[in-house]
């Protein structure tokens, strides 16, 4: 073989060679690429199948949260209701127990003649006897204040009245004239401060005094 054929045969041979090794690398080029390619494509839908599950685990949490905080509200609410409750029966127990303590009373006057001023006139039908401080006849003050009492008359008995007296003090007068015998009326009012045991009642003014069943008489603690 001429020396010659020895180098075309050499020549042959590096370039077949060649080939090779540029095959390989484009194999391995192509290879490469094609597996970057499915590692890009499997970590994008990894990455979504995390955060799809994240996801759902933070609406898990919240439906959770959203319970307790439901159940906390009504806890709260019921809290509130019972929390009413005794404000309420409270409310009621004080108007009641004020209806109790209030001092006052009205009554229709027993329908006769008196016929002495020192007779001190009773009450016939208790309408009201707030605290029990009427008896019938006089009343007794059961606690320090001020108090209004008022007495209305009606009487056929010509010059004469009613009086309103304070521990045998008189005080105001409903008198009702001194016109001829027939059914008249008059009324008078008076503001007392009263301790604890003064005594107001009503008598009559003039010798004699015709008293109409009708006629009314009145007290009430003010203040």
């Known amino acids: 073989m001429t020396p010659f054929v020895k180098g075309l045969l050499a020549l042959a041979v590096c370039l077949i060679m060649k080939d090779r090794v540029g095959a390989n690398s484009l194999d391995k080029r192509t290879s490469f690429a094609k597996r970057a390619n499915k590692d890009t494509y499997y970590n994008i839908y990894t990455k979504i199948n995390a955060l799809e ?21 009504q806890s709260v609410i019921e809290m509130d209701s019972n929390l009413e409750l005794p404000d309420k029966n409270l409310k009621k127990q004080t108007n009641l127990a004020s209806k109790k303590n209030a001092v006052g009373f009205t009554t229709r006057l027993k329908g006769t003649t008196y016929s002495s001023t020192s007779s001190i006139i009773q009450g016939n039908t208790i309408f009201y006897n707030g605290g029990n ?7 007794t003050s059961p606690s320090p204040g001020l108090y209004l009492f008022s007495v209305s008359v009606i009487t056929n008995t010509k010059n004469s009245g009613i ?61």
Request: aromatic letters at 12%; glycine letters at 8%.
């Open 53 to 73: 599950k994240d996801l759902k685990n933070l609406k898990t949490r919240l439906q959770k949260k959203n319970k307790l905080l439901r159940q906390v509200l």
């Open 133 to 139: 401080a009427y008896n019938g006849t006089v009343f």
């Open 163 to 223: 009086r309103i007296f304070k521990n045998s003090k008189p005080l105001t007068l409903a008198y009702p004239g001194y016109d001829n015998p027939q059914y008249k009326g008059a009324s008078v009012s008076a503001a007392l401060w009263l301790d604890v045991g003064d005594q107001v009642y009503i008598c009559p003014y003039g010798s004699s005094l015709l008293v109409n069943g009708e006629s009314v008489f009145t007290g009430v603690k003010v203040n």
